[in-house]
T-cell receptor, first 115, second 114 residues
């Protein structure tokens, strides 16, 4: 069991380019969460997805950010027209269920640097 | 709106000391509380998860307690070692949060000197 996989681990983009971050949840986990960690800040929830559905995107910036979790393949967090303020570590977590007995497994993160 | 606060923000201790990290949360209606460790430039490693019906969990030299009524949790580390140096994050979940997503504190950065 390989755990939660994220790739790439490091991504450098110039301002205005697009960034695509991928997350493969643990086998058997159908709930995927994306978090962002800005320098000197805590982790902030961005979006919660299940297969083919965005359940809650209340933490996502209104523009340029989108997420998907298709029927086949990894979840993707997409950032269009990146700006320097998007430089951060983006973490994905997966869970087999929600509620009182929920637990999360985190991936190693993707560190995005916008130059 | 749930808020999680961790005190102190940073802590330096000599090897061998016992220490306590503090976490407080504003809404006591939580499902569970989880402590994580994060090494510089790395991901999160889960240390202990305490469900709302539990009062504490132990793993090796680590002991985490939970007092829901007062909105507090402590992480106790016994006989600290240089390898314990890392940032420790506290997070809570509840059913009024997106899919019971975790709400994190900003962490306590621990430095243990040999």
């Amino acid at each position: 069991n390989a755990g939660v996989m994220q790739n790439p681990r490091h991504l450098v983009r110039r301002r205005g380019q697009e960034a695509r971050l991928r997350c493969s949840p643990m086998k058997g986990h159908s709930h995927v969460y994306w978090y962002r960690q800005l320098p000197e800040e805590g982790l902030k929830f961005m979006v919660y997805l299940q297969k083919e559905n965005i359940i809650d995107e209340s933490g996502m910036p209104k523009e340029r950010f989108s997420a998907e979790f298709p029927k086949e393949g990894p979840s993707i967090l997409r950032i269009q027209q990146v700006v320097r303020g998007d430089s951060a570590a983006y973490f994905c977590a997966s869970s087999p269920r929600t509620g009182p007995t929920q637990y999360w497994i985190f991936g190693p993160g993707t560190r995005l640097t916008v130059t | 709106k749930q808020e999680v606060t961790q005190i102190p923000a940073a802590l330096s201790v000599p090897e061998g000391e016992n220490l306590v990290l503090n976490c407080s949360f504003t809404d006591s209606a939580i499902y569970n509380l989880q402590w994580f460790r994060q090494d510089p430039g790395k991901g999160l490693t889960s240390l202990l998860l305490i469900q709302s019906s539990q009062r504490e969990q132990t793993s090796g030299r680590l002991n985490a307690s939970l007092d829901k009524s007062s909105g507090r949790s402590t992480l106790y580390i016994a006989a600290s070692q240089p390898g314990d140096s890392a940032t420790y994050l506290c997070a809570v979940s509840a059913d009024d949060q997106a899919g019971t997503a975790l709400i994190f504190g900003k962490g306590t950065t621990l430095s243990v000197s040999s």
